[in-house]
């Protein structure tokens, strides 16, 4: 079964600094993998997805195959990147359905 | 273009009620996916409809069923309630082209059962 992995329930960064949030996942074949952010008081919205290798909010994510890892990145963290962050896989083989970490509260500090 | 949107906002149950939650798929949507978010956790996936048709069920008991209607709407309804089926619950709707689909999700339905 596919499953994902924030180790981080919470990350605090000073403005500025680079950001780095962890996402490691396991499944046997080959995963879409997305990045989600959620903004207080906001709905669930998409950040960015694996494929498209997109730069979104200066934000970018490299899939590491061998590392099973998809950590999400940032060289310097702005006040307006505080929020909630969920990594998410959809399985490659028809099937659709999100598999969600538990999510990591990025919180920077002015 | 209108965003997916959800009724009711809250909606406060008792235990063994039914409930039937609501979502209006964002125009141009043929997929509708369910999700429950508990208190600090990610949301999970509960079933997905395409074209009418479950297409995708999670790891969710049968009294969780559902229904996608020609407008492409949906509702989620839970039978006989439990106390752990308080939790957010969020409704996703996307377009499904060939094996590339990016849902697009509502504010949620916050449920409490006593």
């Known amino acids: 079964a596919q499953r994902v992995t924030q180790p981080e329930k919470l990350l605090s960064v000073f403005k500025g600094a680079p950001v780095e949030l962890k996402c490691n996942y396991s499944?046997?074949?080959?995963?879409?993998l997305f990045w989600y952010v959620q903004y207080s008081r906001q709905r669930l919205q998409l950040l960015l997805r694996?494929?498209s290798r997109e730069s979104i909010k200066g934000f970018t994510a490299d899939l590491n195959k061998g590392e099973t890892s998809f950590h999400l990145k940032k060289p310097f963290a702005q006040e307006e990147d505080s929020a909630m962050y969920y990594c998410?896989?959809?399985?490659?083989?028809?099937?659709?359905?999100?598999?969600f970490g538990k999510g990591t509260k990025l919180s920077v500090i002015p | 273009e209108t965003g997916v949107t959800q009724s009711p906002t809250h909606l406060i149950k008792t235990r063994g009620q039914q409930v039937t939650l609501r979502c209006s798929s964002q125009?141009?949507?043929?997929?509708v996916s369910w999700y429950q978010q508990a208190l600090g956790q990610g949301p999970q996936f509960i079933f997905q409809?395409?074209?009418?048709?479950?297409?995708g069920r999670g790891n969710f008991p049968p009294r969780f069923s559902g229904l996608q209607f020609p407008n492409y709407s949906s509702e989620l309804n839970v039978n006989a309630l439990e106390l752990d089926d308080s939790a957010l619950y969020l409704c996703?709707?996307?377009?499904?082209?060939?094996?590339?689909?990016?849902?697009?999700f509502g504010p949620g339905t916050r449920l409490l059962v006593l």
């Open positions: 694996h494929i």
């Open positions: 998410a896989l959809i399985s490659g083989a028809g099937s659709y359905q999100l598999t």
């Open positions: 125009s141009g949507h043929n997929t």
């Open positions: 409809y395409y074209r009418e048709e479950e297409n």
């Open positions: 499944y046997s074949g080959s995963p879409e």
């Open positions: 996703a709707s996307s377009l499904r082209r060939g094996n590339q689909e990016t849902q697009y």
